[in-house]
Protein backbone atom coordinates (compact mmCIF):
# COMPACT_ATOMS: atom_id res chain seq x y z
CA UNK A 1 0.00 0.00 0.00
CA UNK A 2 1.39 3.48 -1.11
CA UNK A 3 1.80 5.91 1.30
CA UNK A 4 2.46 9.34 2.34
CA UNK A 5 6.34 10.43 3.34
CA UNK A 6 6.73 13.00 5.85
CA UNK A 7 10.04 14.41 6.31
CA UNK A 8 11.61 16.95 8.85
CA UNK A 9 14.86 16.68 9.34
CA UNK A 10 17.66 19.12 7.18
CA UNK A 11 18.96 17.01 4.22
CA UNK A 12 18.99 16.23 0.51
CA UNK A 13 16.58 13.98 -1.13
CA UNK A 14 17.61 12.75 -4.62
CA UNK A 15 16.94 9.70 -7.15
CA UNK A 16 19.10 7.46 -6.85
CA UNK A 17 18.53 4.96 -9.60
CA UNK A 18 15.28 3.85 -9.88
CA UNK A 19 13.93 4.90 -6.27
CA UNK A 20 14.74 7.69 -3.74
CA UNK A 21 17.29 8.72 -1.15
CA UNK A 22 17.33 11.05 1.59
CA UNK A 23 20.89 11.88 2.93
CA UNK A 24 20.86 14.15 6.10
CA UNK A 25 22.99 16.95 7.07
CA UNK A 26 25.05 14.07 9.38
CA UNK A 27 25.35 12.36 5.72
CA UNK A 28 22.78 9.23 7.52
CA UNK A 29 20.91 7.52 4.23
CA UNK A 30 17.48 6.38 4.30
CA UNK A 31 16.52 4.42 1.16
CA UNK A 32 13.18 5.17 -0.01
CA UNK A 33 11.76 2.39 -2.57
CA UNK A 34 9.28 4.73 -4.86
CA UNK A 35 6.72 2.51 -5.58
CA UNK A 36 5.72 2.42 -1.88
CA UNK A 37 5.61 6.56 -1.72
CA UNK A 38 2.12 8.23 -2.50
CA UNK A 39 2.81 12.13 -2.14
CA UNK A 40 6.03 13.93 -0.18
CA UNK A 41 5.27 16.59 2.09
CA UNK A 42 8.41 18.16 3.77
CA UNK A 43 9.07 20.50 6.76
CA UNK A 44 12.61 20.84 7.24
CA UNK A 45 15.37 22.45 4.96
CA UNK A 46 15.38 19.96 1.68
CA UNK A 47 17.60 20.50 -1.12
CA UNK A 48 15.97 18.41 -4.47
CA UNK A 49 17.35 19.19 -7.57
CA UNK A 50 15.66 18.86 -11.08
CA UNK A 51 16.92 15.22 -11.70
CA UNK A 52 14.47 14.82 -8.81
CA UNK A 53 11.37 16.30 -9.92
CA UNK A 54 11.84 14.88 -13.33
CA UNK A 55 11.60 11.57 -11.83
CA UNK A 56 8.82 12.33 -9.23
CA UNK A 57 6.80 13.77 -12.24
CA UNK A 58 7.27 10.01 -14.23
CA UNK A 59 5.94 8.56 -10.78
CA UNK A 60 3.37 11.12 -10.68
CA UNK A 61 3.91 12.18 -6.77
CA UNK A 62 3.13 15.19 -5.58
CA UNK A 63 6.06 17.23 -3.29
CA UNK A 64 4.30 19.61 -0.92
CA UNK A 65 6.90 21.96 1.19
CA UNK A 66 5.65 23.38 4.66
CA UNK A 67 7.52 26.41 6.02
CA UNK A 68 9.15 26.33 9.90
CA UNK A 69 5.86 27.26 11.29
CA UNK A 70 3.98 24.13 9.93
CA UNK A 71 1.92 26.61 7.33
CA UNK A 72 1.60 25.05 3.59
CA UNK A 73 3.96 26.78 1.36
CA UNK A 74 3.36 24.98 -2.45
CA UNK A 75 3.52 21.70 -4.41
CA UNK A 76 5.22 20.69 -7.31
CA UNK A 77 2.59 19.02 -8.97
CA UNK A 78 3.06 17.03 -11.81
CA UNK A 79 1.53 17.51 -15.26
CA UNK A 80 -1.62 16.32 -14.97
CA UNK A 81 -1.75 12.54 -15.98
CA UNK A 82 -5.61 12.70 -15.83
CA UNK A 83 -6.32 15.98 -18.23
CA UNK A 84 -9.72 15.39 -19.87
CA UNK A 85 -10.35 18.85 -22.26
CA UNK A 86 -14.16 17.83 -21.85
CA UNK A 87 -14.00 18.14 -18.56
CA UNK A 88 -11.51 21.34 -17.77
CA UNK A 89 -14.41 23.08 -20.22
CA UNK A 90 -17.24 21.93 -17.95
CA UNK A 91 -15.41 22.65 -15.33
CA UNK A 92 -14.67 26.24 -16.25
CA UNK A 93 -17.88 26.63 -17.84
CA UNK A 94 -19.80 25.59 -14.24
CA UNK A 95 -17.76 28.18 -12.35
CA UNK A 96 -18.66 30.72 -14.95
CA UNK A 97 -22.62 30.38 -14.72
CA UNK A 98 -22.66 32.17 -11.35
CA UNK A 99 -26.15 30.04 -10.72
CA UNK A 100 -24.00 26.53 -11.11
CA UNK A 101 -21.27 27.59 -8.95
CA UNK A 102 -23.52 29.15 -6.63
CA UNK A 103 -25.70 25.78 -6.46
CA UNK A 104 -22.13 24.12 -5.50
CA UNK A 105 -20.48 26.67 -3.02
CA UNK A 106 -23.90 26.40 -0.94
CA UNK A 107 -23.12 22.18 -0.97
CA UNK A 108 -19.66 22.67 0.13
CA UNK A 109 -20.94 25.17 2.76
CA UNK A 110 -24.05 22.70 3.70
CA UNK A 111 -21.87 19.69 4.34
CA UNK A 112 -19.30 21.82 6.65
CA UNK A 113 -21.89 22.99 8.21
CA UNK A 114 -24.17 19.50 8.85
CA UNK A 115 -20.79 17.85 9.78
CA UNK A 116 -19.90 20.36 12.30
CA UNK A 117 -23.42 19.52 13.47
CA UNK A 118 -22.83 15.99 13.88
CA UNK A 119 -19.91 16.83 15.97
CA UNK A 120 -22.00 18.75 18.67
CA UNK A 121 -24.50 16.05 18.99
CA UNK A 122 -21.85 13.66 19.43
CA UNK A 123 -20.92 15.67 22.62
CA UNK A 124 -24.13 16.55 23.70
CA UNK A 125 -24.57 12.61 23.60
CA UNK A 126 -22.10 12.33 25.83
CA UNK A 127 -23.31 15.31 28.50
CA UNK A 128 -21.52 18.47 26.97
CA UNK A 129 -23.65 21.30 27.40
CA UNK A 130 -23.95 22.31 23.65
CA UNK A 131 -27.71 22.36 22.71
CA UNK A 132 -27.97 26.55 22.33
CA UNK A 133 -24.89 26.46 19.86
CA UNK A 134 -26.91 23.21 18.33
CA UNK A 135 -29.73 25.22 17.46
CA UNK A 136 -27.61 28.29 16.57
CA UNK A 137 -26.10 26.35 13.93
CA UNK A 138 -29.61 24.57 12.49
CA UNK A 139 -30.98 28.00 12.68
CA UNK A 140 -27.78 29.11 10.20
CA UNK A 141 -28.83 26.34 8.07
CA UNK A 142 -32.10 27.09 7.25
CA UNK A 143 -30.39 30.64 5.80
CA UNK A 144 -27.87 28.98 2.99
CA UNK A 145 -30.65 28.40 0.05
CA UNK A 146 -31.49 31.75 0.28
CA UNK A 147 -28.51 33.28 -0.45
CA UNK A 148 -28.42 35.34 -3.51
CA UNK A 149 -24.24 34.95 -4.37
CA UNK A 150 -20.97 34.04 -3.12
CA UNK A 151 -20.22 36.57 -0.51
CA UNK A 152 -23.01 36.24 1.11
CA UNK A 153 -23.22 32.59 1.58
CA UNK A 154 -19.45 32.96 2.94
CA UNK A 155 -20.81 35.52 5.26
CA UNK A 156 -23.69 33.08 6.56
CA UNK A 157 -20.21 29.85 6.43
CA UNK A 158 -18.01 32.54 8.89
CA UNK A 159 -21.12 32.93 11.37
CA UNK A 160 -22.07 28.97 11.60
CA UNK A 161 -17.90 28.27 12.29
CA UNK A 162 -17.69 31.21 14.59
CA UNK A 163 -20.56 29.47 16.69
CA UNK A 164 -19.18 25.94 15.97
CA UNK A 165 -15.93 27.19 17.48
CA UNK A 166 -17.23 28.54 20.39
CA UNK A 167 -18.21 25.12 21.36
CA UNK A 168 -14.43 23.76 21.89
CA UNK A 169 -13.89 24.75 25.27
CA UNK A 170 -16.63 22.77 26.12
CA UNK A 171 -15.48 19.70 24.47
CA UNK A 172 -12.34 19.92 25.61
CA UNK A 173 -13.06 21.16 29.24
CA UNK A 174 -9.05 21.03 29.48
CA UNK A 175 -7.23 24.54 31.51
CA UNK A 176 -4.47 24.16 29.36
CA UNK A 177 -5.88 24.15 26.13
CA UNK A 178 -8.37 27.51 26.00
CA UNK A 179 -9.51 28.95 23.06
CA UNK A 180 -11.35 32.13 22.40
CA UNK A 181 -11.37 32.96 18.99
CA UNK A 182 -10.34 31.68 15.00
CA UNK A 183 -6.91 33.49 14.31
CA UNK A 184 -4.35 32.15 11.87
CA UNK A 185 -1.46 34.05 11.27
CA UNK A 186 -0.20 34.01 13.79
CA UNK A 187 -1.97 31.77 15.84
CA UNK A 188 -2.42 33.01 19.52
CA UNK A 189 -3.06 29.75 21.43
CA UNK A 190 -2.34 25.89 21.37
CA UNK A 191 -5.80 25.16 19.76
CA UNK A 192 -5.42 27.48 17.17
CA UNK A 193 -1.92 26.27 15.96
CA UNK A 194 -3.75 22.93 15.76
CA UNK A 195 -6.36 24.12 13.38
CA UNK A 196 -3.97 25.75 11.37
CA UNK A 197 -1.86 22.97 11.20
CA UNK A 198 -4.49 20.33 10.76
CA UNK A 199 -6.25 22.26 8.00
CA UNK A 200 -2.89 22.59 5.96
CA UNK A 201 -2.77 18.82 5.98
CA UNK A 202 -5.88 18.35 4.83
CA UNK A 203 -5.87 20.89 2.06
CA UNK A 204 -2.68 18.89 0.97
CA UNK A 205 -4.63 15.37 1.39
CA UNK A 206 -7.06 16.96 -1.12
CA UNK A 207 -5.09 18.51 -3.49
CA UNK A 208 -2.99 15.08 -3.78
CA UNK A 209 -6.68 13.08 -4.50
CA UNK A 210 -8.07 15.23 -6.71
CA UNK A 211 -4.95 14.90 -9.22
CA UNK A 212 -5.69 11.12 -9.33
CA UNK A 213 -9.29 12.48 -10.84
CA UNK A 214 -10.07 14.41 -14.05
CA UNK A 215 -10.64 18.06 -12.33
CA UNK A 216 -8.17 20.89 -12.56
CA UNK A 217 -7.58 21.73 -8.68
CA UNK A 218 -7.42 25.65 -9.78
CA UNK A 219 -10.86 26.20 -10.60
CA UNK A 220 -12.91 26.06 -7.17
CA UNK A 221 -16.09 27.30 -6.73
CA UNK A 222 -16.61 28.60 -2.80
CA UNK A 223 -13.18 29.75 -3.19
CA UNK A 224 -12.74 31.90 -5.70
CA UNK A 225 -10.46 31.41 -8.58
CA UNK A 226 -8.21 33.57 -8.60
CA UNK A 227 -4.05 34.48 -8.19
CA UNK A 228 -4.38 31.77 -5.43
CA UNK A 229 -2.15 28.81 -7.09
CA UNK A 230 -5.18 25.64 -6.15
CA UNK A 231 -8.65 26.57 -4.63
CA UNK A 232 -10.83 23.48 -5.48
CA UNK A 233 -9.08 21.39 -2.74
CA UNK A 234 -10.01 23.92 -0.14
CA UNK A 235 -13.70 23.92 -1.12
CA UNK A 236 -13.33 20.09 -0.43
CA UNK A 237 -11.48 20.31 2.42
CA UNK A 238 -14.59 22.43 3.90
CA UNK A 239 -16.37 18.80 4.61
CA UNK A 240 -13.97 17.02 5.89
CA UNK A 241 -11.98 19.32 8.16
CA UNK A 242 -14.34 18.95 11.18
CA UNK A 243 -14.95 15.09 11.02
CA UNK A 244 -11.41 14.80 10.44
CA UNK A 245 -9.34 17.17 11.42
CA UNK A 246 -11.39 18.59 14.49
CA UNK A 247 -12.12 15.12 15.96
CA UNK A 248 -8.37 14.24 15.83
CA UNK A 249 -7.58 17.09 18.26
CA UNK A 250 -9.90 16.52 20.32
CA UNK A 251 -9.12 13.28 20.56
CA UNK A 252 -5.06 14.28 20.80
CA UNK A 253 -5.57 16.53 23.63
CA UNK A 254 -7.53 14.08 25.68
CA UNK A 255 -5.86 11.41 25.32
CA UNK A 256 -2.72 13.23 26.24
CA UNK A 257 -0.88 12.56 22.72
CA UNK A 258 -0.71 16.24 22.64
CA UNK A 259 0.32 18.10 25.65
CA UNK A 260 2.03 21.71 26.20
CA UNK A 261 5.49 20.82 25.56
CA UNK A 262 4.51 20.25 22.00
CA UNK A 263 4.58 23.76 21.08
CA UNK A 264 6.54 26.82 21.45
CA UNK A 265 6.55 30.39 21.34
CA UNK A 266 8.12 32.83 19.81
CA UNK A 267 7.52 36.08 17.92
CA UNK A 268 5.23 34.51 15.32
CA UNK A 269 2.39 33.23 18.11
CA UNK A 270 2.49 29.29 19.17
CA UNK A 271 3.24 26.71 16.84
CA UNK A 272 3.73 23.04 17.04
CA UNK A 273 7.38 21.88 17.78
CA UNK A 274 8.62 19.17 15.56
CA UNK A 275 8.10 16.47 18.37
CA UNK A 276 4.09 18.16 18.15
CA UNK A 277 3.97 17.88 13.93
CA UNK A 278 5.41 14.42 14.43
CA UNK A 279 2.77 13.13 16.76
CA UNK A 280 0.00 14.48 15.28
CA UNK A 281 1.31 13.11 11.85
CA UNK A 282 1.17 9.83 12.84
CA UNK A 283 -2.29 9.67 14.35
CA UNK A 284 -3.29 11.61 11.32
CA UNK A 285 -2.67 9.40 9.18
CA UNK A 286 -3.95 6.23 11.44
CA UNK A 287 -7.35 8.55 10.96
CA UNK A 288 -7.01 8.40 6.68
CA UNK A 289 -6.74 5.09 7.22
CA UNK A 290 -9.58 4.15 9.52
CA UNK A 291 -12.23 2.94 7.93
CA UNK A 292 -16.43 4.08 8.28
CA UNK A 293 -19.86 2.43 6.75
CA UNK A 294 -20.43 3.94 2.98
CA UNK A 295 -24.35 3.28 2.85
CA UNK A 296 -24.70 3.72 -0.89
CA UNK A 297 -21.60 1.47 -1.88
CA UNK A 298 -22.56 -0.96 1.19
CA UNK A 299 -18.91 -1.61 1.83
CA UNK A 300 -16.59 0.11 4.46
CA UNK A 301 -14.18 3.07 2.67
CA UNK A 302 -11.45 4.90 4.66
CA UNK A 303 -11.37 8.70 5.33
CA UNK A 304 -9.43 9.40 2.46
CA UNK A 305 -11.06 7.13 0.10
CA UNK A 306 -14.17 9.63 0.89
CA UNK A 307 -12.25 12.49 -0.04
CA UNK A 308 -12.36 10.65 -3.66
CA UNK A 309 -15.33 9.68 -3.91
CA UNK A 310 -16.39 13.15 -2.62
CA UNK A 311 -14.71 14.74 -5.82
CA UNK A 312 -16.20 11.81 -8.16
CA UNK A 313 -19.52 13.25 -7.10
CA UNK A 314 -18.61 16.53 -8.12
CA UNK A 315 -17.38 15.29 -11.35
CA UNK A 316 -20.72 14.39 -12.00
CA UNK A 317 -22.41 17.72 -11.40
CA UNK A 318 -19.78 18.98 -13.28
CA UNK A 319 -21.06 17.92 -16.42
CA UNK A 320 -24.31 17.94 -15.65
CA UNK A 321 -24.40 14.03 -14.75
CA UNK A 322 -26.21 14.10 -11.09
CA UNK A 323 -26.66 16.57 -8.99
CA UNK A 324 -24.03 17.26 -6.26
CA UNK A 325 -24.67 16.04 -2.35
CA UNK A 326 -21.86 16.56 -0.02
CA UNK A 327 -21.18 13.59 2.59
CA UNK A 328 -22.36 14.11 5.94
CA UNK A 329 -21.28 11.61 8.63
CA UNK A 330 -23.71 9.31 10.11
CA UNK A 331 -22.75 8.53 13.40
Not at 137 to 151: C, T, V, W
Request: positive net charge; charged residues 25%; contains cysteine.
Amino acid sequence: MKESIYIFTNGTLKRKDNSLVYITEANQKKYIPVENVREIMVFGETTINNKLLVFLAQKEIILSYFNYHGYYSGSFYPREHYNSGFMILSQATAYNNPEHRLKIAKQFVMGAAQNSLKIISYYINRDKDLDNQKNEIISKISEIDAQKNINELMSVEGKIKQIYYSCFNNILNQPDFTFSTRNKRPPKDFINALISFSNSLIYTIVLSEIYQTHLDPRIGFLHATNSRRFSLNLDIAEIFKPIIGDRLIFSLINKRIITPDCFEKNSNGILLNNKGKQNFLKQFQLKLEQTIKYPKLKRNVSYRQLIRLEIYKLEKDIIQEKNYEPFIVSW
